[in-house]
């Protein structure tokens, strides 16, 4: 997801300042990566970025976890670079995710193509780009590759796991599939599984890129890219995350001062906004990864057809569950899905829906509420774990 | 719900006293309307409960998170449908039975869903009240019913003989009756001198 209005706020300080992505690479020959499909995939590598420092005991570490065309860098500043992470004013010292008392980390997810293992990756048996030999994953997979990476950093109990949109479906599967190894999870503008409608978006964006006919198969590494199918895709992807209000606010029925070229050249603001999102987006993300990771949210069901409140029987992890209420791509009541469920479980869980007129963009955009509710959630889980 | 009486001593709200008298240690307590929580961390403080609120402010519910409690954004109008038969041990409506929409709906569902139900009420024929009406001919704004008539949460206002016959006339047991004046317990004609009334409700006759 993008950051349409993340200069809202700047932070009280310089934050942390300059940081690099590493990464780890696990799942080798003779032991590959085993998926949810039943395939296997290896060497499997995933990039990471760390920020804070991890107590000798390994028990203040917070996992975040990226939205759907995110990447690990979610703080901080590469060298060279004008912006820092997507998430930099929620991450850092007297931030949200305090990196004076919290070691934090942000894997990329595996499908992905920032510097972790996905389609845009050479196979090892072929010597050439995976394209669609690449396996189909699930956010179960993502969620399996990140344990390995913890385990590589010598994580066995997470304090936290934090993301929004399908960061929060890793957070809830890391609840799921790991309850004892979670202390707490905040779950933001996300669902239990993917509806028709969030299906219906995705499969635009897929039918997009492979109508383009740059996309060959998904065989187009090293020729022409299919950009503008990318770039359509990207542009349905970003009319979803704001919203009726948001767009009226900062577009409104401006045109553009440019003159025209030909009759059906963008002439409003927000037609020029939305190509010059979709056209940027080609340098940064790889058009099968993007088939490939809507595929993986629209066949999350985290509970795959059993009573989600089930799985949440006997669950000891903490959960904060934030909604926004212009969000129609994740609207409210898909959270209160997840809350009923914790209702039921008996878990202990608070949900808290916050007021916005950003859309879904809200959990990029809305940070002083989010900063509040969430330095004192995890402050209490701390709290809680020290008296245990 | 926002907006509830503010009578303090030194050991905090008598309504609140009055309640944990009420409840046995290390029981589970759904508190519907539980504002800034105070009274769902006092009982988790000194009675060990395990405890759930259901509140529709959302300042309210930030305050519950600084607090470290379970809480629920939501309008208990809309029902408890989540919760099975007599999953708490208390169900509590302090200060938020006379706010909802729907009294009989939410009662109704709050003595399923709790063994027991805690009722906390402002007793709108408090003497003052009744002066301020007869006297000065004005909607009451007293200690205990604190808010101007455009801008008050309460949208019943009913008295504490009220309530009696409302549990009457829905064979609505009350096991226990509490009734305080500003600081004290208030023995004798209550519905003329307390200010707030706390009831201890179980199913049946």
């Known amino acids: ?388 | 719900m926002a907006g509830v009486p503010h009578e303090m001593n030194g050991n905090g709200r008598i309504d609140h006293r009055l309640i944990l008298e009420m409840i046995e240690p290390g029981s589970t307590v759904l508190d519907l309307g539980c504002g800034t929580g105070e009274l769902l961390s006092l009982l988790i403080r000194r009675r060990g409960v395990k405890g759930q609120g259901i509140e529709i402010d959302n300042h309210a519910i930030f305050e519950c998170v600084v607090k470290g409690l379970s809480v629920f954004h939501d309008d208990i109008d809309r029902g408890l449908a989540e919760y099975g038969n007599r999953s708490f041990d208390y169900v509590i409506l302090n200060q938020s039975f006379q706010q909802v929409k729907n009294p009989d709906i939410v009662l109704r569902e709050a003595l399923r869903v709790g063994v027991r139900v805690i009722v906390g009420i402002p007793n709108f024929a408090h003497i003052v009240s009744r002066f301020q009406i007869f006297f000065r001919g004005r909607a009451p704004v007293t200690p205990a019913l604190p808010h101007e008539w455009y801008d008050t949460p309460n949208l019943h206002f009913l008295s504490i003989d009220d309530f009696l016959r409302y549990c009457r006339e829905r064979g609505i047991r009350i096991e226990k009756a509490f009734y305080a004046g500003a600081k004290h317990p208030v023995a004798l004609f209550p519905n003329l001198l307390a200010r707030t009334a706390v009831f201890l409700l179980g199913k049946g006759k």
């Open chain 1, 1 to 388: 997801m993008n950051l349409t209005a993340r200069k809202v706020k700047a932070g009280q300080n310089e934050g942390i300042g300059p940081v690099k992505t590493q990464s780890f690479t696990f799942g080798h020959f003779p032991a590959p990566f085993i998926l949810e499909s039943g395939e296997s995939i290896g060497p499997v590598t995933l990039a990471y970025e760390t920020y804070g420092r991890l107590d000798a005991d390994a028990s203040n570490a917070i996992l975040i976890l990226h939205a759907l065309t995110g990447d690990a860098h979610a703080a901080g500043y590469h060298e060279g670079d004008v912006n820092p992470g997507w998430w930099d004013d929620m991450i850092g010292p007297g931030r949200a995710f305090d990196t004076d008392r919290y070691f934090v980390v942000c894997s990329n997810v595996l499908g992905g193509c920032r510097g972790s293992t996905g389609p845009s990756s050479e196979n090892p048996l072929t010597g050439r780009p995976y394209g669609l030999e690449f396996p189909v994953v699930t956010i179960r997979d993502m969620v399996s590759a990140q344990r390995r990476l913890l385990d590589h950093l010598g994580i066995d109990m997470l304090l936290a796991v934090a993301g929004g949109s399908m960061g929060g479906m890793q957070a809830l599967q890391w609840v799921v599939s790991y309850p004892e190894k979670v202390a707490s999870a905040i779950l933001i503008a996300t669902t239990a599984e993917h509806t028709p409608q969030q299906i219906a978006f995705n499969e635009v964006g897929r039918q997009a890129i492979m109508a383009d006919p740059n996309w060959n198969n998904g065989d187009y590494y090293g020729l022409g890219l299919p950009d503008k199918g990318l770039s359509v895709a990207r542009m349905v992807g970003h009319i979803t995350y704001m919203s009726d209000d948001s767009m009226n606010e900062k577009f409104g029925r401006r045109v553009k001062d440019t003159k025209q070229q030909f009759k059906f050249s963008p002439e409003f603001e927000v037609e020029g906004y939305l190509h010059y999102r979709g056209y940027n987006f080609i340098n940064r993300f790889d058009p099968n990864s993007y088939l490939y990771i809507t595929k993986a949210v629209d066949s999350f069901a985290v509970a795959n057809g059993k009573p989600l409140h089930k799985l949440l029987e006997g669950v000891g992890t903490k959960l904060l569950i934030i909604a926004f209420s212009s969000d129609w791509l994740y609207p409210p009541y898909q959270a209160q899905q997840i809350v009923k469920a914790c209702k039921m479980a008996g878990a202990d869980a608070t949900y808290c829906e916050l007021r916005s007129n950003y859309g879904h963009d809200a959990f990029l955009v809305e940070l002083d509420e989010q900063t509040y509710l969430y330095t004192h959630f995890l402050k209490k889980v701390c709290d809680g774990r020290r008296a245990a």
